[in-house]
């Protein structure tokens, strides 16, 4: 099977929840847990979710005021 037919996955991240981190920031708790691997951009670094992958930076964006 060459690499253009290969199955892929993707993950719909929509707010800060998700199926596998379930998330009520700022008012309650939130299950991500934030020591997976670093998300480079061109202009920063960013600690993701070791649960469900989430940027802590897009997280942080969608919770604060």
Not at 8 to 24: A, D, T
Not at 44 to 59: E, I, K, V
Request: proline letters at 9%; a negative charge.
């Amino acid at each position: 099977m060459t690499d253009e037919l290969k199955p892929s996955v993707s993950l719909f991240f929509c707010g800060p929840s998700n199926q596998k981190c379930k998330c009520e920031c700022p008012n309650g708790p939130c299950e991500h847990v934030w020591d997976g691997p670093t998300h480079t951009t061109e202009n920063s670094d960013s600690a993701s979710c070791s649960r469900c992958g989430a940027n802590a930076m897009a997280h942080d964006m969608w919770v604060m005021p």
